[in-house]
């Protein structure tokens, strides 16, 4: 990763670009660990999936109520008091574990304390961003978040957790506390004051008219408008094909779980190459043709791997919409801080995450029932052919009005 060591944005930059990859190689360690824990208290598919069901939870009641409270304090001691408080969380799992008294319901109060966590810390993120990193460097500064993210969850976090659950069940939670421990401290080290901004009269209206004032202004601005169902279709489309993954892997490819981890690796892989280019791109296509390429490229990969019955073949299309996701989001979140003032940064944020979120959510429930009515592979040549209406229907709005 030594193309982030040159960014060229500063002391505070680096403390939150390692805030992110230590707490996000602890953050993947745990995402391998719960499911691992509750099969061992249940063979019930049913019941291991109300953990995962427990860490989504939290999102439709705090997303937006996440945006006003980093609007209205000092984000650097929300995104603290989170790492903390998560820190605290999972020692105490970790504990749990190492005393064999672990429970379902455990786990499911776990998964849903440090989801609810994440909600305020990624409100806080992102109104922290753009006031350290300078307007021509936020596809840089957005870039290295993202890829520095990837590594450590998904080519690091996921594979370690693995092994040290192997060893011994508490490890991978042991350093999941640990490092929420270690993010906290680097966010400490953070000097400055980053309280957005407040006019009078925005300061003196209520939790819910701020976080109304976020739908209005997101809903209001054409562009981000247009973003935030472009958003919310591509994580519609997407959270079906992730629903059929391993099936679509075990059944129609004949893969072990060793290949599907393959076929996850390569995703990280595209996602992380993208992270590297996305500067590049945008700054020679602009950023409106390299969102529309994001699109199509992705409904090119559904496509090969609907087509596909090699492994490899799968590999290098899995690679190429993990890139395509990474350079749509990268450039979303960058052109969003260029639109949005301080003021309202996290609202408008947490608006957009709301949206997408909900929509990720109906993809994963839809994905299943279309899989069972046409076949596994219905869902991707079908979520390619929406990424591609899409693309139609909303791309020449983002090509007239976004700039290089």
């Given at each position: 990763?030594?193309?982030?060591?040159?960014?060229?944005?500063?002391?505070?930059?680096?403390?939150?670009?390692?805030?992110?990859?230590?707490?996000?190689?602890?953050?993947?360690?745990?995402?391998?660990?719960?499911?691992?824990?509750?099969?061992?208290?249940?063979?019930?598919?049913?019941?291991?999936?109300?953990?995962?069901?427990?860490?989504?939870?939290?999102?439709?009641?705090?997303?937006?109520?996440?945006?006003?409270?980093?609007?209205?304090?000092?984000?650097?001691?929300?995104?603290?008091?989170?790492?903390?408080?998560?820190?605290?969380?999972?020692?105490?799992?970790?504990?749990?574990?190492?005393?064999?008294?672990?429970?379902?319901?455990?786990?499911?109060?776990?998964?849903?304390?440090?989801?609810?966590?994440?909600?305020?810390?990624?409100?806080?993120?992102?109104?922290?961003?753009?006031?350290?990193?300078?307007?021509?460097?936020?596809?840089?500064?957005?870039?290295?978040?993202?890829?520095?993210?990837?590594?450590?969850?998904?080519?690091?976090?996921?594979?370690?957790?693995?092994?040290?659950?192997?060893?011994?069940?508490?490890?991978?939670?042991?350093?999941?506390?640990?490092?929420?421990?270690?993010?906290?401290?680097?966010?400490?080290?953070?000097?400055?004051?980053?309280?957005?901004?407040?006019?009078?009269?925005?300061?003196?209206?209520?939790?819910?008219?701020?976080?109304?004032?976020?739908?209005?202004?997101?809903?209001?601005?054409?562009?981000?408008?247009?973003?935030?169902?472009?958003?919310?279709?591509?994580?519609?489309?997407?959270?079906?094909?992730?629903?059929?993954?391993?099936?679509?892997?075990?059944?129609?490819?004949?893969?072990?779980?060793?290949?599907?981890?393959?076929?996850?690796a390569a995703f990280g892989i595209g996602s992380l190459?993208?992270?590297?280019?996305?500067?590049?791109?945008?700054?020679?296509?602009?950023?409106?043709?390299?969102?529309?390429?994001?699109?199509?490229?992705?409904?090119?990969?559904?496509?090969?791997?609907?087509?596909?019955?090699?492994?490899?073949?799968?590999?290098?299309?899995?690679?190429?919409?993990?890139?395509?996701?990474?350079?749509?989001?990268?450039?979303?979140?960058?052109?969003?801080?260029?639109?949005?003032?301080?003021?309202?940064?996290?609202?408008?944020?947490?608006?957009?995450?709301?949206?997408?979120?909900?929509?990720?959510?109906?993809?994963?429930?839809?994905?299943?029932?279309?899989?069972?009515?046409?076949?596994?592979?219905?869902?991707?040549?079908?979520?390619?052919?929406?990424?591609?209406?899409?693309?139609?229907?909303?791309?020449?709005?983002?090509?007239?009005?976004?700039?290089?």
């Amino acid at each position: 990763m030594k193309w982030v060591l040159r960014t060229g944005m500063g002391t505070g930059f680096r403390l939150i670009w390692a805030s992110v990859v230590v707490s996000g190689i602890g953050s993947g360690m745990r995402y391998v660990a719960l499911p691992l824990l509750a099969t061992e208290l249940t063979s019930d598919p049913r019941k291991v999936s109300l953990v995962f069901l427990a860490g989504q939870l939290p999102w439709p009641l705090v997303m937006l109520y996440a945006g006003v409270v980093a609007d209205r304090f000092d984000r650097r001691r929300v995104m603290f008091s989170v790492d903390a408080g998560r820190a605290v969380v999972a020692a105490a799992l970790a504990l749990v574990v190492a005393l064999g008294d672990v429970t379902l319901l455990v786990l499911m109060l776990v998964a849903a304390l440090l989801d609810l966590g994440q909600r305020f810390y990624a409100g806080a993120w992102a109104g922290i961003v753009p006031v350290i990193v300078a307007p021509g460097l936020r596809d840089r500064g957005n870039s290295a978040l993202q890829g520095g993210s990837v590594v450590a969850t998904l080519i690091v976090g996921n594979p370690v957790g693995a092994i040290l659950f192997d060893v011994d069940h508490t490890l991978p939670l042991a350093f999941d506390a640990l490092s929420f421990a270690v993010a906290a401290l680097l966010i400490a080290a953070l000097r400055g004051n980053f309280r957005a901004y407040e006019t009078q009269s925005s300061a003196q209206r209520g939790f819910r008219q701020q976080a109304m004032d976020g739908i209005r202004l997101l809903w209001g601005n054409p562009v981000l408008r247009r973003l935030v169902l472009l958003a919310s279709l591509f994580n519609l489309v997407g959270a079906a094909q992730i629903a059929i993954a391993y099936l679509f892997a075990d059944q129609d490819l004949g893969l072990s779980k060793t290949g599907f981890g393959m076929l996850v690796a390569a995703f990280g892989i595209g996602s992380l190459a993208a992270s590297v280019l996305e500067e590049r791109l945008a700054r020679a296509m602009g950023k409106g043709r390299l969102l529309a390429m994001a699109l199509v490229a992705a409904s090119a990969a559904a496509v090969g791997v609907g087509l596909s019955d090699s492994a490899g073949l799968t590999g290098v299309f899995t690679a190429l919409y993990g890139a395509s996701a990474t350079f749509w989001t990268v450039t979303v979140t960058t052109v969003r801080q260029g639109l949005v003032s301080a003021e309202f940064m996290s609202r408008a944020t947490m608006t957009h995450k709301t949206f997408v979120r909900a929509a990720a959510s109906l993809g994963a429930a839809s994905g299943g029932l279309v899989a069972h009515a046409l076949g596994l592979r219905s869902v991707l040549f079908i979520g390619a052919g929406l990424l591609l209406a899409g693309v139609l229907s909303g791309g020449r709005l983002l090509l007239r009005r976004l700039p290089a």
